[in-house]
């Protein structure tokens, strides 16, 4: 879900595993090539020479078409891309999809889904966009944040309200201590599915499917609960339309007005295609699951069936990004999924960890200024600071993710680049899954209140404290802006 400065709440999610109804746009009889957009970077000289490794060659790129062309195809970086349609990504190789086991089954809840209204209108995620591409400009904020994974067993009013709450409060700290606009952004109202290395997991010498979110299969290790489950499929819309009908609620009915800040009462204070639909409106084909979608590590292949469908919707698109993208890979997937170069339409989301930050992002911070691309680049401090504590559980020392964080934004200073925003696996709730911050959470007490389905998360204490540390990078970011113009 994404907070608006008008309040006004949306869901955001990566692309979804189960998706298997795509639709094209049949006024879209031509692909529009435009000139590139430079002057979003600074024209200054990065300040440091990049730490190590060799620059990226340079990448060409097409910048213009003939005027009176009615293209069907457009090249990109040597890439064919044929028009996009309705059936398109079947040809196309599919990851991570899941094996149900009655296709007759499948193929009926698809149906089921298909008549169901939409969870999210078309005119929300062109907002969104607009918003995303001001903070592409360096005039706005993202603030991204929810669970790993949503589960059923966890879906309750009082737990929404504690995430909800708790993206308002680091949303103020943000506002008024960086003095910048703050586009608030959940992974919330469809954030189940989960990408697995290994589509199988052995214990014991049993050898059963892996979990891949409570949409797919359950979390306990026997055979009924790992078996994929198409009528999971209908149980996380209507849980997914439940939760962002309260989020509205929340967001129009005062609870998110500022007057209530002091209201907002947690102890941080006190201690320190199915979804696919066409827009009558705009012509366009947008997924309607989600405002924002996203691909990874694991299925952001070029030739793949998820790039090859998100490039046919219009929503604002997000691209995760680990310290093994090359450069010139990162912009020819820029350029397939947003070749008309509309601010807004991508963001890069890195994670890395803070050493590879500093040596692997001004890599590509420069081939996408070398591109004329434009994006908002984002942190995720959490997915490359993942350990294991000696109890056996998952953690991230908070240390860890602080360190992420300031590296991108020491990077971006060094490149004259815009840090964009950040997106964070946290709760409103007083878990302990992440070890350290000021209340000082140790590995003896994560088994205490450790309650992820997936990864571990931020808490609200950790989650405000990293708020204000952000605030005030934003504050020093803005006065050396000042300066540099008196």
Request: charged share 20%; with cysteine; proline share 6%.
């Amino acid at each position: 879900m994404a907070l608006s400065s008008g309040n006004s709440l949306l869901p955001t999610k990566p692309i979804q595993t189960h998706q298997s109804s795509l639709s094209t746009n049949p006024n879209s009889n031509s692909i529009r090539f435009v000139q590139r957009i430079s002057a979003v970077h600074s024209a200054d000289q990065p300040k440091n020479p990049i730490v190590s490794d060799k620059p990226p060659k340079p990448t060409s790129s097409v910048t213009a078409a003939t005027a009176n062309a009615t293209a069907t195809q457009s090249v990109t970086n040597n890439t064919v891309l044929k028009k996009w349609a309705i059936d398109s990504w079947k040809a196309k190789k599919a990851l991570q999809l899941p094996e149900y086991p009655n296709k007759e089954e499948f193929e009926s809840v698809l149906q089921t889904l298909d008549a169901f209204p939409p969870i999210v209108f078309a005119g929300e995620a062109r907002n969104l966009e607009e918003r995303l591409g001001e903070a592409a400009m360096g005039n706005a904020f993202l603030l991204q944040g929810g669970d790993c994974a949503e589960s059923f067993k966890e879906f309750n009013a009082n737990n929404i309200r504690d995430t909800f709450r708790i993206i308002l409060q680091m949303g103020a700290v943000l506002m008024f201590g960086g003095q910048v606009p703050v586009i608030k952004v959940g992974r919330m109202a469809g954030q189940f599915a989960k990408p697995r290395s290994d589509p199988f997991e052995e214990k014991d010498g049993v050898k059963l499917p892996s979990y891949r979110g409570d949409n797919v299969n359950g979390d306990a290790f026997d055979l009924k609960s790992r078996t994929p489950d198409p009528q999971r499929l209908i149980r996380a819309y209507c849980q997914s339309a439940a939760t962002l009908n309260l989020l509205r609620a929340f967001a129009t009915g005062g609870y998110a007005a500022m007057q209530r800040i002091t209201q907002w009462n947690l102890d941080f204070t006190e201690h320190s295609e199915q979804g696919d639909r066409l827009d009558s409106t705009s012509g366009l084909y947008y997924d309607c699951s989600a405002h924002m979608i996203w691909v990874g590590e694991r299925t952001r292949q070029l030739d793949g069936a998820h790039v090859e469908f998100l490039r046919g919707v219009a929503n604002p698109l997000g691209i995760k990004v680990s310290d093994k993208m090359d450069p010139t890979q990162l912009v020819k997937l820029i350029e397939i999924l947003n070749p008309q170069n509309k601010a807004g339409r991508i963001t890069i989301i890195t994670r890395m960890g803070a050493e590879n930050m500093r040596v692997k992002l001004p890599h590509l911070i420069r081939a996408v200024r070398g591109a004329g691309q434009i994006v908002t680049w984002v942190s995720d401090p959490m997915h490359g600071n993942t350990i294991k504590a000696p109890c056996g559980l998952k953690t991230r020392p908070f240390d860890s993710i602080r360190a992420e964080v300031t590296a991108f934004f020491d990077v971006h200073e060094q490149e004259g680049s815009h840090p964009g925003g950040v997106h964070l696996e946290m709760t409103g709730q007083n878990v302990t899954e992440c070890i350290g911050g000021s209340n000082t959470v140790t590995f003896d007490d994560l088994s205490s209140r450790y309650h992820t389905h997936c990864d571990p998360r931020l808490n609200a204490s950790q989650s405000l404290e990293l708020a204000f540390i952000i605030a005030e990078r934003l504050r020093k970011r803005r006065m050396g802006a000042l300066r540099s113009l008196a």
